[in-house]
């Protein structure tokens, strides 16, 4: 019988299937941080359980971390309680560690493939939402919740109920300034914040296959953000080169018997699923939202539609536009902005940055704008400063800080202000995400390099066809 890719990593991983009930489903990674594992560690030892195989968790601070002076104390209480409290119970557990001032610290989606640690074929979890970004390597990835991390901490399997299996294909070349976070917003527009629930997706055309490993990290790490339970791309010769010779990666003999298995892993001819979708990568343009949610999106150079045009309740959507202070009609070419954010796990790599001064070489920073460039890891940050381009960055006003989540949630020292409004490359926008008050456009870091430099909402197509 014809499997898809979804199905063949899911069905090897099933220790014991309940009857009318969910699957007893085995763990192959687990990466942990500060945030969502103490309360898991003390259910742990409440009932007086220990970590079954610590060598299949991983711990990272990432979310708490500041972004400058990392070599001091941190500040907020309850960050640095949380941080204190993950490396005790790695040590505690003989489970990795790596705290701030670890060369291998950074955003968990970012250094866990950095690394050698996601793999093809591989189930992870993670106490975060966004652990669908291992999907890009062919693995099934999802965020599981506290009493699950306790699960898995002490049994290695969870309990999940097979989810549906959806293929979204991109058919085409991608046009002038379209990146794949361009890519994901589009189609988290077309599917708005629900039109996945339910369902693992699989990404699949020739613009997934053309995309580089990071592109396909930002493409899946964004399913989550139209319901979906996570996202895959079927591993190819661009994985299995990226995977190669990394820290943790399989080598020698192993390596050849992993490779057996990885070339297996496509969906096979025939194979169905319960729903599928086809787009034009024409038809995709670079894409900014609007609103207080990731389906709320379109491209730059549109205009915010009229209520009765857009799915969902008229007194909801006019709120979200009221939050923002947008109004029907308007366009988003020429909005002041006052912050810039680059980083987060999805757009943190040294890729992204790489984009962003692709537009900001030669150029100055607007005065009216406050950026934040947070690379994902240290390893992004050394890339940076190996291709030159830390002197980009630094030339053109803007100043590198150190890894970690940032501005991507207000759950650090990063916050922006009451009513500021913020192009942000990060992958959630609701009201306060960045900070109490603050007003969230989410874009890529092409769109955000840009408006960094006017100070407003900026095609970047403006700045390249210029650059020809």
Not at 19 to 48: K, M, W, Y
Not at 338 to 351: A, H, K, P, Q, Y
Not at 434 to 439: A, E, N, T
Request: hydrophobic fraction near 35%.
């Amino acid at each position: 019988m014809a499997k898809t890719l979804f199905d063949k990593v899911w069905d090897s991983h099933v220790v014991r299937q309940v009857q009318d009930g969910p699957d007893v489903f085995f763990i192959d990674r687990h990466f942990i941080h500060e945030v969502t594992s103490p309360v898991a560690f003390l259910g742990l030892e409440s009932r007086g359980n220990s970590v079954v195989y610590p060598e299949r968790t991983f711990a990272t601070a990432d979310h708490n971390t500041p972004t400058i002076n990392q070599h001091l104390p941190v500040e907020d209480a309850l960050s640095a309680n949380q941080l204190n409290a993950l490396e005790a119970n790695a040590k505690k557990h003989g489970i990795s560690h790596w705290g701030l001032g670890d060369i291998n610290n950074g955003i968990v989606h970012v250094v866990g493939p950095e690394n050698g640690i996601t793999l093809p074929g591989a189930t992870i979890v993670c106490g975060d939402s966004h652990t669908s970004t291992h999907g890009a390597f062919g693995a099934i990835a999802f965020g599981i919740g506290t009493s699950e991390v306790e699960m898995v901490l002490s049994t290695q399997c969870i309990m999940q109920p097979k989810p549906k299996k959806m293929r979204i294909n991109v058919n085409g070349k991608l046009g002038l300034g379209v990146t794949p976070k361009d890519v994901a917003l589009y189609i988290i527009s077309k599917q708005t914040t629900s039109g996945a629930t339910g369902y693992f997706v699989e990404y699949a055309g020739d613009v997934f296959e053309d995309m580089s490993m990071e592109g396909r990290m930002t493409v899946c790490n964004l399913s989550i953000e139209m319901g979906a339970r996570g996202g895959m791309i079927a591993p190819d010769q661009k994985t299995f080169d990226y995977i190669a010779g990394r820290a943790q990666t399989p080598t020698g003999a192993d390596w050849d018997k992993a490779m057996k298995y990885w070339e297996t892993l496509s969906t096979d001819e025939g194979a169905e699923f319960d729903v599928e979708f086809n787009y034009e990568s024409s038809d995709i343009e670079p894409m900014i939202t609007y609103g207080t949610n990731p389906g709320m999106g379109m491209g730059v150079t549109k205009s915010i539609p009229n209520a009765e045009n857009v799915e969902g309740g008229i007194e909801t959507y006019k709120k979200s536009l009221g939050y923002m202070d947008f109004h029907e009609g308007d366009s988003m070419i020429g909005k002041k902005i006052d912050f810039v954010f680059l980083g987060s796990c999805t757009n943190g790599r040294i890729e992204d940055f790489r984009d962003f001064c692709s537009i900001v070489e030669g150029r100055k920073k607007a005065e009216n704008v406050t950026a934040w460039l947070v690379p994902g890891s240290h390893k992004v940050v050394d890339q940076i400063k190996e291709e030159g381009l830390l002197e980009i960055i630094e030339g053109a006003g803007f100043v590198l800080r150190e890894p970690g989540c940032s501005a991507c949630l207000a759950m650090n020292d990063d916050k922006i202000p009451a009513g500021k409004l913020s192009v942000s490359t990060s992958n959630r926008n609701f009201e306060g995400r960045q900070g109490p008050g603050s007003r969230t456009l989410l874009a890529s870091p092409l769109v955000a390099a840009a408006s960094a430099v006017e100070g407003v909402v900026t095609d970047p197509r403006t700045i390249l066809n210029a650059q020809k």
